[in-house]
């Protein structure tokens, strides 16, 4: 699990202690499922700036996030 340090705009930082995600991963805010955000990059060697892939207007600091350990996933093929 991770823990958000800052909201800026679209932009979160995320600290983790541990089991730390890969550039890319999709991170679940733990009080709003549907809120995700997608790594973009090493702030340092544990926290982490995110884009906010969802209207941020709920998320605040100290809330907690967790590692889904995979990246967006866009549905292709004749059935879309």
């Given at each position: 699990?991770?823990?958000?340090?800052?909201?800026?705009?679209?932009?979160?930082e995320?600290?983790?202690?541990?089991?730390?995600?890969?550039?890319?991963?999709?991170?679940?805010?733990?009080?709003?499922?549907?809120?995700?955000?997608?790594?973009w990059?090493?702030?340092?060697?544990?926290?982490?700036?995110?884009?906010?892939?969802?209207?941020?207007?709920?998320?605040?600091?100290?809330?907690?996030?967790?590692?889904?350990?995979?990246?967006?996933?866009?549905?292709?093929?004749?059935?879309?």
């Amino acid at each position: 699990k991770g823990t958000i340090v800052t909201v800026l705009g679209q932009i979160a930082e995320v600290s983790f202690t541990d089991n730390l995600p890969a550039i890319h991963d999709v991170l679940l805010v733990e009080e709003h499922k549907n809120i995700q955000l997608e790594v973009w990059e090493s702030a340092s060697s544990s926290t982490f700036y995110c884009i906010v892939l969802s209207p941020e207007n709920k998320l605040k600091r100290g809330m907690k996030v967790i590692n889904t350990g995979a990246s967006i996933t866009i549905p292709t093929g004749d059935q879309v």
